[in-house]
Nanobody
Framework: VQLQASGGGLVQAGGSLRLSCAASGRTFSTYAMGWFRQAPGKEREFLSAITRTGGTTYYADSVKGRFTISRDNTKNTVFLQMNSLRPEDTAVYYC????????????????WGQGTLVTVSS
């Protein structure tokens, strides 16, 4: 599966952004989907994941209550709604697909999008 993330940009602290990740192919609904981010000089960080049907979601503590993951299997797209953004949320955001959601470590995910930059100004 090929993934294309979009929706990043520059936003002031306290603002919102909605990231999208479009997947190619007919097998989108067979993958768990996730979002990660990587800030300069830091390791890639798990943010959120959603199961194949969207019935279960997972969040890192750093974004719980501020970010919401969702998916539309009819449009082969996963979303990340980000509210109450903070300067420390500045990073490149990546979507990922995993045939079997087996954990939050980036090495366990099978496919990656190219990343979209989110910059939060103070």
């Amino acid at each position: 599966v090929q993934l294309q993330a979009s929706g990043g940009g520059l936003v002031q602290a306290g603002g919102s952004l909605r990231l999208s990740c479009a997947a190619s192919g007919r097998t989108f609904s067979t993958y768990a989907m996730g979002w990660f981010r990587q800030a300069p000089g830091k390791e890639r960080e798990f943010l959120s994941a959603i199961t194949r049907t969207g019935g279960t979601t997972y969040y890192a503590d750093s974004v719980k209550g501020r970010f919401t993951i969702s998916r539309d299997n009819t449009k082969n797209t996963v979303f990340l709604q980000m509210n109450s953004l903070r300067p420390e949320d500045t990073a490149v955001y990546y979507c990922a697909a995993d045939i079997n959601f087996s954990g939050t470590a980036s090495r366990e995910w099978d496919y990656w999008g190219q990343g979209t930059l989110v910059t939060v100004s103070s």
